[in-house]
Nanobody
Framework: QVQLVESGGGLVQPGGSLRLSCEAS????????RGWYRQAPGKQREVVAE???????EYADSVKGRFTISGDSGKNGVYLHMNSLKPEDTAVYYC??????????WGQGTQVTVSS
């Protein structure tokens, strides 16, 4: 069973930066999308950023200009560079890799806390 392993979360002050990493423990074939989602306490999980099958990038309006998503097809990895972090970015962040067969692989979640 392939697993997605996340790292890079933590506590950061407002205005700071973090880099989240997510890499698969094995090969994932026919990848369609790679992305990051987040869920804050009491809120629904929402998409943060996604790399589409055609190579286009999509970002939530709230993170445009601050976050950058990137991928590594060789490692089946997906990464999220977060700059100018705000307290409202505090959430558990999850990576997801979706395939053309309709299978979604999720990471275990990593906590990001933005606080002074």
């Amino acid at each position: 069973q392939v697993q997605l392993v996340e790292s890079g979360g933590g506590l950061v002050q407002p205005g700071g930066s973090l880099r989240l990493s997510c890499e698969a423990s094995g090969r994932i074939f026919a990848v369609r999308t790679r992305g990051w989602y987040r869920q804050a306490p009491g809120k629904q999980r929402e998409v943060v950023a996604e790399i589409q099958s055609g190579g286009s990038f999509e970002y939530a309006d709230s993170v445009k200009g601050r976050f950058t998503i990137s991928g590594d097809s060789g490692k089946n990895g997906v990464y999220l560079h977060m700059n100018s972090l705000k307290p409202e970015d505090t959430a558990v962040y999850y990576c997801k890799i979706g395939t053309w067969q309709g299978i979604d692989y999720w990471g275990q979640g990593t906590q990001v806390t933005v606080s002074s």
